[in-house]
């Protein structure tokens, strides 16, 4: 029998109301994990205080793009890709190609089932804050040494996800080198070095090695970097084949405490990009 619990709490933060939710569960019997309930969890605010912001923006709530996260990862987790990528956006479909694309791609470069489970599970944490332009979140889970992030909108077709995973050519046009988690499709879980700024390297995969696709970034002009749900500062530096964006430690230097370095990107007006790296030190 499959049991779940969800709940989630208000921390304000910078004077922006953040939302946070765990969720917890168990399941045996080999039984398919059902999606988190539609409805939103009921926010616990202290009753000494006046209650708080619960909207990141104007239109979409924290807890509205964590409960559409959650029914994401719940889809992920059940291996029930149909159901996860109808919940993405129109442009990141357009991105990640096909359904089957979509499904064939998931264990490379979306989430991994196993990760689904562990962000769900009860030493997951999932958060949501501001994201980098008015009408979206940013949504980050933790479990362990993995991270993952995503921003979340609210649609014409209702709130979706942008999770574009590795373009339909095969390479990922980014990697970090800082720490070394590498392209979006390795994902390796390696300490950060924190006497240097975090670092996150474009390459043009159509000057370098010849390919073309929707997939491909090219060298976005403008990012955004979050520490967690705090944005901080991010420069780069271009050459002709490559674009490297380094991200200071102005906020929060890294320790032994996982956390989600994430940097979203608009490849052009309205579709968006986004990759997360966990950020730790040993």
Known sequence: MTQKMMHAKLVLLGGVATAVLVLGGCTGGGDAVSAPATAAPAASVAPSSPAPETTPTDSLTGEAAMTVVGEYLSAIQAEQYAAAYALLTDESRALVGSEQ????????????????????????????????????????????????????????????????????????????????????????????????????????????????????????????????????????????????????WVTSPPSTETQPLTVAWEVEPGTWRTTTTAVFIE
């Open 101 to 248: 694309q979509f499904a064939e791609s998931a264990a490379n470069s979306i989430v991994r089932p196993d990760e689904a489970a562990g962000y769900l599970g009860a030493d997951g944490t999932i958060e949501a804050g501001r994201g980098p332009t008015e009408g979206t979140v940013l949504v980050t889970a933790v479990r362990d040494r993995i991270a993952d992030g995503w921003l979340v909108r609210d649609t014409g077709a209702g709130v979706r996800i942008d999770d574009a995973g590795v373009p339909t050519t095969g390479a990922s046009p980014y990697e970090w080198v800082n720490p070394a988690s590498g392209p979006e499709d390795a994902r390796r879980s390696v300490a950060v070095d924190p006497a240097s700024p975090a670092a996150l390297i474009f390459r043009d995969l159509a000057a370098d090695a010849g390919v073309d696709g929707p997939g491909l970034v090219g060298f976005p002009s403008t990012v955004t970097a979050y520490l967690g749900l705090d944005e901080v500062p991010a420069s780069s530096a271009v050459s002709d084949i490559q674009a490297r964006w380094d991200i200071a």
